[in-house]
């Protein structure tokens, strides 16, 4: 038992997580590869055509997964950053600073995935539904994190910050989204809504799903990229770094 | 606690009397942004009547960022800040007072001037009420939320950009449900049900938020 | 009454110092010493609990004073390098609204002579945007006449002070030892405080050495 508790600690310094993810990182890959190219096969191969929507909605496959992933991003990099917050650990921060980029890059794909599907279909590159209104405004809040944390210098400052905005940020987004859907039906001049999606076939569902899987494989795969080159750079005075970076030995194929 | 909200209150307040070229400045600004609608978008009054409610509300939103970093870089400034933050007291208290105060110096006045900015986009006697009262109701939780934003970007390089950044995402509900009301009461669908939620957000922006902000300002003090 | 063991202040990349350890008890004035640079500034707000150590522990009366925190703050009086007065107020005003947020009571006969006392009479009227620099300090240090709090963390207390004000306020601090408060005190001139005893602490250099006299 203690054996244990003492393992999960010793995985939150950054010179024992760093190796650990340099050796997880091909994994991750080569399952986002795998799901992707099941996903996409079903997606633009197997899934039937659209009897509305012809084939310009297997644009979905992308739009969709891009939407769940950028707010299961946002949900996961505002637990990172809490903890790091609560437990004062450092890698959490790190964790957190290093999957905020492609959570923004997911909703900025979700947003210009959706004015793709929309202008052959309704006719304009942008409306503003309920979904894509608030995939905006979760691109805003991502790009203040973002923000925030380049503004300020000091790393340790700049988690506790980030941190605290995420969290603020995860408490505002149900009434965000609350809120954008009420004005929105409220204001029904716009009634075209690219959520009408066509009813979903079995084989379309799971061309998403698989989709959605690649996406969240690939994100794991570049915030645990991204983490090390984080972890580098702050901890470059540390005496475990300055012995990477000297070209002492194999780890210097892992990292680009 | 009383007694220490009515402290800082008060401190703030003499302090915001002693320095009125901010706060008439900032109404200034409220005046020009919805001046400047009618110029851009042209004289029509049916246009513009249906346009009040969210130009009113857009330009409170700014008008009160404007005011926003004013909340806590005086007195980090200075180093009355961190005597706050060493106080014996809770500090989201403190951060609550100066809520209270900016909301009194910064929001109040754009209660008061906002239904006679509205006479010039031709609404109505019942539509500039429900103006008056959204905001009467809304901008506490304007100046709540924008604490929020003003710790955490205080001493931060491009303060004031960047906390329009953060701060503005958040204050979209408010601005939803605010100009949502006046909307409702055009159409006759009754305000009731907006101003509700609007309420809830001042409670939660005003009650809540100050909890964060200590944080956040706690943070700024390392 | 205050201990603190094993403290160490990372700035930036560098290290500051490290284990930097004391002890404190009622009547003594801890004299923290070193360079410019040297970390003196940091070492006092991490006492005060705004600034969190790299790695140590400051204990008050054998709590944690992380744990401790409005408990620690009632029996604490800091003084920084700002003067932590509002420049629109009046040194009166700025009194009366500092006691208030520290709870403690002060009617404005005893805030007068106490401005009196640090030789602002017949300014305490007079917004602090209109005083000097030296003036200005005297209005932030005129909080030590009335202050009752255990612990007096100053930073730099005589800057910009002539020598009758900076015997005024030695005599503050000695007084406040004598009652059995304590003090931690840095600043580059020397200055002999008239009652209770001194420990000095040095940083910088290598490792941090405690002496008493």
Partial sequence: MTDRVINWYKYASPQTFYPLAGKLIPWFWALAALFGIAGLAIGFLIAPTDAQQGEGYRIIFLHVPASWLSMFIYLVMAFWAGIGLAFNIRLSGMMASALAPTGALFAFLSLWTGALWGKPMWGTW?????????????????????????????????????AILALVGVVNIPIIYFSVKWWNTLHQGASVSLTKAPSMAAMMLWGMLLCALACWMYSIAIALMRVRTIMLERERHTDWVRELLSGNGHDMSRHS | MLILLRAVIGRDLRLAMRRQADIVAAMFFFIIVVSLFPLGVGPEPDQLRRMAPGVLWVAALLATMLSLPRLFADDHRDGTLEQLALAPQPLGV????????????????????????????????DALLVLTVSLLVGTPALSGIGAIGAALTLGVRGGGVLLSLLVLPLYIPVLIFGAGAV???????????????????????????????????????? | MLEASNLECVRGERSLFAGVGFRLDGGEMLYVQGKNGSGKTSLLRMLCALTPAASGEIRWRGGPIGKLGEEFRSELCYLGHQNAIKEELTPLENLLSSARLAQEALDEDAALDALALVGLRGREDLACRYLSQGQKRRAALARLVNEKRALWVLDEPYVALDPVAVELVAGLIGAHLQAGGLAVLTTHQAVTVPAGAVRELWLGDSDATQRSQ
């Fill in chain 2, 183 to 222: 909307d409702a009461t055009l159409s006759g669908l009754g305000p009731q049900a907006h101003l509700s939620l609007l309420g809830a957000l001042a409670l939660g922006g005003v009650f809540f938020a100050p909890w964060p902000t200590a944080a956040a300002l706690r943070v700024a003090l390392e």
């Fill in chain 1, 126 to 162: 942008w409306v503003w539904d309920a979904r894509l209104t608030s995939e905006l405004i979760l691109l805003f809040l991502y790009i203040g994190f973002i923000a925030l944390q380049a503004a300020i210098d000091d790393p340790r400052r700049a988690d506790k910050a980030g």
């Fill in chain 2, 94 to 125: 403190i951060v609550l007072g100066k809520v209270i105060a900016h909301w009194l110096v910064a929001g109040l006045p754009l209660v008061v001037l906002a239904p006679v900015l509205g006479i010039q986009f031709d609404l109505s006697r």
